[in-house]
């Protein structure tokens, strides 16, 4: 799960031209926890998965490489 969710994440905010800091701030957690997620070094709880899936407007299964449809 880990590798896939932090390349998706990295992905779509890329897509979306946003910075790490305004993802951070949309999900309401601090730059350097979001900055954790993409670098692999740490995993979301499941509250900032759904956060991050509503964000990016994709499903929660699509995030943690369940399926490859958005």
Do not use: C
């Amino acid at each position: 799960m880990e590798i896939l969710l932090k390349e998706r994440i990295r992905e779509l905010r890329k897509e979306r031209s946003e910075t790490q800091v305004q993802v951070a701030v949309a999900i309401g957690i601090a730059e350097s926890h979001y900055q954790k997620y993409e670098r692999g070094a740490s995993l979301p709880n499941i509250e900032n998965v759904w956060k991050l899936a509503d964000h990016f407007e994709v499903s929660v299964d699509y995030l943690i490489g369940r399926s490859d449809e958005r």
